[in-house]
């Protein structure tokens, strides 16, 4: 399941930043297709969601 590769979700200003777990997919196991897919995804449904926070940053386990 996907939530289980999320390390942690910070919220700073108007942007989430949403921090994978880097033996996870969308990291690991998935082509470029899915992986693009997946955080698509995450960006649309946050975005959609929640129109406060209208930029998503994507970290490795909370590294740039």
């Not at 930029?55 to 740039?64: L, S, T």
């Amino acid at each position: 399941m996907l939530f289980r590769s999320i390390d942690d979700i910070i919220v700073e200003k108007d942007t989430v930043i949403v921090s994978f777990l880097s033996s996870q997919a969308p990291l690991v196991n998935v082509g470029s297709t899915l992986e693009t897919t997946i955080l698509d995804a995450i960006a649309q449904s946050i975005i959609e969601n929640f129109p406060q926070y209208p930029k998503v940053i994507y970290r490795v386990e909370g590294k740039e």
